[in-house]
Nanobody
Framework: QVQLVESGGGLVQAGGSLRLSCTAS????????MGWFRQAPGKEREFVAA????????VYADSVKGRFTISRDNAKNTVYLQMDSLKAEDTAVYYC????????????????????WGQGTQVTVSS
């Protein structure tokens, strides 16, 4: 009975910044990874970033590397996505998700491997 709640989405100008938050509740497993994905109209869900809860290891999509930063607050069970230098192509619904840790980091990029998802928060970047 995991529940993920995103917040922080909104309208921002190109070049601006936004910080998304996702708070998890009901997580019963000890080691896990939380990730951010996004989906634009007419497109498949796309990996953005992920972070391991214990070690804080991070994985980023090439499209956001250097602009976005994922972090977590273990005590609050909250993951953040700091988005800087936003572009119009970043416009999408952003979802947070959770899955167990895995040996192969590659699987963190695959949305179908995640078990639970938040409701999504809209990010719109104007240009």
């Amino acid at each position: 009975q995991v529940q993920l709640v995103e917040s922080g989405g909104g309208l921002v100008q190109a070049g601006g910044s936004l910080r998304l938050s996702c708070t998890a509740s009901g997580v019963t497993f000890s080691t896990y990874v939380m990730g951010w994905f996004r989906q634009a109209p007419g497109k498949e869900r796309e990996f953005v970033a992920a972070i391991s809860w214990s070690g804080g290891n991070t994985v980023y999509a090439d499209s956001v590397k250097g602009r976005f930063t994922i972090s977590r607050d273990n005590a609050k069970n909250t993951v953040y996505l700091q988005m800087d230098s936003l572009k119009a192509e970043d416009t999408a619904v952003y979802y947070c998700a959770i899955r167990p840790v895995a040996s192969r980091e590659y699987v963190y990029r695959l949305p179908r491997t995640y078990d639970d998802w938040g409701q999504g928060t809209q990010v719109t970047v104007s240009s």
